[in-house]
């Protein structure tokens, strides 16, 4: 049993670029702290309800590589959200439906708007987890 701690960002869903190319504003998925707590809760009862079927038969599933990365809508990085390559609503003067398609200046604008969490929890009681948000 240990203690941990992640930085964990959400996905975006919206960008606002104005005329000249800057970024009026990023909405993320997650801005709640116990919205974030209730989904990552949710996704602990999934990848234990898994483990239970016997679905991780080769490995003992781990909280970042099972319940973060795989079933919530967060990433690890600010690089990792602008590498999502899900939908995304870019209003503006731009062709582009996902981050990661903008000029590199406008990504680095972006990633200076994600807002993140600090997520401490304990590498055998996944349920005993608090979250904090990261200063911007």
Known sequence: ???????AFPEVSTVIINDDGSVESVTQEY???DKVKTHIQGCIKTVRKYEKMGYYNLAKPEFVNEVITTFTNLELSKKEVIRVNNFMD??????????WQLPDETKVQVSQKLHGFQITYD???WESFSIEPLEQ
């Open 1 to 7: 049993m240990s203690i941990e701690k992640i930085k």
């Open 31 to 33: 801005y709640d702290i």
């Open 123 to 125: 590498t055998e009681d």
């Open 90 to 99: 870019i209003q503006g003067a731009t062709e582009c439906n996902r981050v």
